[in-house]
């Protein structure tokens, strides 16, 4: 009896492993679907080599990259985020400096599986 019960869990927590893999791999976010998570998430690692990839608009990773060259070195911290309709307004302190940038986005609709829980990505067209 107590063997059986020992298989029976077994399988259960094989079959739980699967599922939450299975889970982890098609059907969670690929992308952002907050567009406050994405800016703290840009201006945390804009160090990064990614950061472009992951968080900007293909057509404006160029722009990006000149971006993160002028911040290259500098300390960054968000001081605020304002919504200023469908954009956001950022105040970033750069060395003890703020600067206030706008930043704007583009909507990437997901299709598939992935689209069961959300149906659309952020990610940053372009900051002024």
Same mark, same amino acid.
């Given at each position: ?18 599922? &939450?893999?299975?889970? %982890? ?12 998570? %994405?800016?703290?998430? &840009? ?7 990614e950061v472009c990839t992951d968080h900007f ?47 704007s986005f583009i909507e990437i609709e997901v ?5 069961f829980l959300n149906n659309i990505y952020y ?6």
């Amino acid at each position: 009896m107590l063997n059986k019960l020992k298989k029976l869990l077994i399988l259960i927590v094989v079959i739980s492993g699967v599922g &939450y893999g299975g889970f %982890l791999v098609f059907v969670t976010p690929a992308g952002f679907t907050d567009k406050e998570v %994405l800016i703290n998430s &840009y201006f945390t690692n804009i160090q990064s080599e990614e950061v472009c990839t992951d968080h900007f608009n293909s057509e404006t990773t160029d722009f990006c990259l000149n971006f993160q060259t002028l911040l290259d070195d500098k300390t960054l911290e968000i001081a605020s985020l304002t919504k200023n309709g469908e954009n956001y307004i950022v105040i970033v302190t750069v060395d003890d400096v703020d600067i206030e940038f706008d930043v704007s986005f583009i909507e990437i609709e997901v299709t598939g599986v992935k689209s069961f829980l959300n149906n659309i990505y952020y990610k940053i067209d372009i900051i002024t």
